[in-house]
C-alpha cells in the first residue's frame, strides 16, 4: 500500500498549517507575557515612587 501523490501534497499542507498555527500561539502567549512584565515593572516602579514621596512628606 502506497500514499497517493495528492494524500503525500494533503498531508504537507496540514502539517505547514499546524505548525504555523503553532506559532502563532507562540506568538501570542509571548507578547502576553511581555505585557505582563511591563505591567510589572510598572507596578513596582509605582510602588517606589510611593514610597519615596511618603519618605519625602514624612521630612516635611
Known sequence: MSISPITTLYLHQELAHERIRTLQEE???????????????????AERASRRLSSALARI
Do not use: H, P
Open 27 to 45: 506568538a501570542a502567549q509571548e507578547r502576553l507575557a511581555g505585557r505582563i512584565r511591563s505591567v510589572q515593572k510598572a507596578r513596582r516602579q
